[in-house]
């Protein structure tokens, strides 16, 4: 006897099973907007139908540069079903990062909403030419451009979707920076199905899941949020930013069981004076990342807000990390153990596992691992280490040390990445447009403490003239940069420390300016 081959569902799967499955049930909440799952499937079917009627074809990379609101959920979903590859870009980058982001991608369409249409616009004559005249605007559409909804009411009722593959990919989230040629992060079908199943369970989703989506649709922490509600048939409820009153008061409007926040928003709104005022009760489960939670703030969390509290540790890449609420309380300095299914190790200097309780770079194996940036394969080898059995384990840049329980600890990053309000700036990126200054000898960019964003620039710099000041130089260069790139101070000073090969020792420079604060 031959039983059936087990069914592989894919995300486009899941959003049809859902519609089937709960067809009543509320699937997205954004504003005024309130779609159930069976209306929400017909509009991603639609979406998708609108975009394959603009040309975009399985496989074509469609670039997203929208405020979250429902419009952004359809392209990003639409794009998907459709078969072909969301890139979902953060909406601070500045139009040098667009040009590189749009063209590494090689996209083929651009829909942007009314905040950035204006932005794409001033760089496209800079566009790849694979763009074409497919440039879609959710309002304020100028010559050139197609409206968002003059294109999607125009599609077609009976389109039929292409099936998509586990090894097929889903979308590509680019890692960060605004000058010079940032990382794509590629993940397949396969892998965000990983992601969804493994994340869900770590996090404590249900089919009662009622999800508050607080940052950025862009960001791969909200992708959590959404591929682990999506799996189990939960609502998304989606606010156009973030600001500490609303989201209070949206957990209790809405009866929302589940959020995914990074450790500023949790700060800023317990610092609220009326933060005890508000219903919190519906909380089941939320989680924190994105960048380092100290151990008073994780404490204060666990005593103030009801339900489980989850911290998670990792990289887009697909390293991840997770602390139970059962075990915070007891080792709050702790990130926690491997998510089930995945695997750690530290590596000394010599890239050979030590022993625990010493510290060295974390590498991580499992199936949430994305399969590689984009278009960069010397990247790709150094993200890369082969364990004695040939298994490819993710190099992760960061430093840390696991106890004989099997907890990590966060030492320190070998990369010199800043991670200020839960998102990834990299010193690199702001050193080039510093060193471009004309009076600009050289320059270090380090985090440095803040108060509000946990950390934030400092640009420590040789001058080459007498009269260059430290607060024209960060106007100048915030001008210049993105809106999470900016510094918030320059320090000058006669030369920086660099060992023999030249290199910058910024470990130096950190202890140096290690009571600065912001």
Known sequence: MTWFKAANPQLPDLIELNADARPKHTAVICGDVRRTWSEFSADVAQMAAAFDALGVSKGDRVVVLMRNGYEMLLAMLGTIYAGAVAVPLNVSVSEKGMISMIGDSDARAVIASHEHVGRIESIRDQLPASVGDRL??????????????????????????????????????????????????VHSHSCRMAWAYDMSLALRYHSGARTLITLGLFSNITWVALLGTILCCGTIIVMNRFEVSSCLTAFGNYRATHATMVPVQFQRMLEFKEFDEYDLSSIHAIMCCGSPLRPDLKLEILDRFPGDFIELYGLTEGLVTIQDPEDARANPSSVGRPCPGQAIKILGGDDRPVASGESGEIVGYGRVVMTGYLNRDEANEEAMWLDDDGKQWLRSGDIGRVDESGNLYIVDRKKDMIISGGQNIYPADIETVL?????????????????????????????????????????????????????????????????PNGKVLKRELRDVFADEAY
């Open 435 to 499: 060193a471009s200054h004309a009076d600009v000898a050289d320059v270090a960019v380090i985090g440095v403490s803040s108060h509000k964003w946990g950390e934030t620039p400092l640009a420590v710099v040789v001058s080459s003239a007498a009269e260059l000041d430290e607060a024209s130089l960060m106007s100048w260069t915030n001008e210049r940069v993105g809106k999470q790139q900016r510094i918030a101070g320059v320090r000058f000073v006669d030369e920086l420390p660099r060992n």
């Open 136 to 185: 879609v605007a959710y309002a304020d559409a100028r010559p050139g451009w197609r409206e968002f909804g003059t294109v999607f009411d125009a599609a077609t009722q009976d389109y039929r979707r292409p099936s998509v593959g586990p090894d097929d990919s889903c979308n590509i989230i680019y890692s960060s920076g605004t000058t010079g040629l940032p990382k794509g992060i």
